[in-house]
């Protein structure tokens, strides 16, 4: 019998509800859907209403722009703690996304006449999601920039280096091709961009983890490239050179692995929205939630 999550106390840990009158928080808890979510399951599709706001309490899930073509746009991938669906909410127009579950995991949807309920009674709530929102707004306006005006070379630098790691171990996450597809790239391109990046001695691949032996270089690739892109005069003449495609590295010799059984921990940061293992544990009567 899996063990009985404390919503309250789950929601007392995201900078979401960061200075929300406790009374609030506790009814809004209350209100709350527990949703158990397994493998490549749908959360939502392109064009379904939306009526509240989802947050992450256990896995992740891809938000993504389906295509006609039976491709898609992968657009983000959103983990523990992050919330996700409250954009359209408020404009009480239907998603413009597909959510799907990358792995086994636990959702929380909140109504969204209880979200504004919580907003009357609480301005920080509000105030909260004021910020949410723009950050949400930040990074897509960041991610335009750099699939428009980044080389594939400095896109994937940039990427292992928002990643969580452990010591100079970053794991992969997902698959090279959902990587690949956030990033604007093949995952051909984004093969050779790991390899030209381990020929300049910067990270190692091994299987589904990438060594990183030179944070300071790769920060000076996205350093140069965001300068490049804002129109500073930098000499800007290191891009990843042509390689045929034939052209193989460890990490396309190995299977692609998914999210359940890449190593990983979660790692609580900023306002990321993330928390910490021991974090989730408190939240949880006994000891860490059992999908």
Known sequence: MGKKLNVDKLLAHLPLFEGMDAQV?????????QIRIQ???????????ARGLFIVAAGYVKIAIPSDRTREKVIEFIGPGQAFGEAVMFLNHPYLVDVQALEDGLLLWIDKR????????????????????????????????VVNLHTSYERVAGYLLRQPHEDELTPLLFNKRMIASKLGLTPETFSR????LSVDGLISVENAMVRIHDR?????????????SQGSSVNH??????METRTHDAYDQAPERDVATAPHKNIAGG????WSDHAMAD??????YAI
């Open 25 to 33: 928080r506790a009814r809004l808890a209350m209100s709350i859907h």
């Open 39 to 49: 493998k490549n399951e749908v959360v939502f599709r392109r064009g379904e209403p």
């Open 114 to 145: 209880d979200i504004e309920e919580a907003i009357s009674h609480s301005p920080m709530f509000a105030m909260q999601m004021l910020k949410g929102l723009s950050e949400r707004f930040e990074t897509l306006l960041r991610d335009i920039e």
């Open 193 to 196: 961009a790991l390899h030209q």
């Open 216 to 228: 300071e270089g790769l920060g000076s690739l996205v350093a140069v490239a965001t300068q490049f």
């Open 237 to 242: 003449d290191r891009i990843l050179p042509e």
């Open 271 to 274: 306002r990321s929205g993330r």
């Open 283 to 288: 939240c949880v009567d006994g000891g860490l």
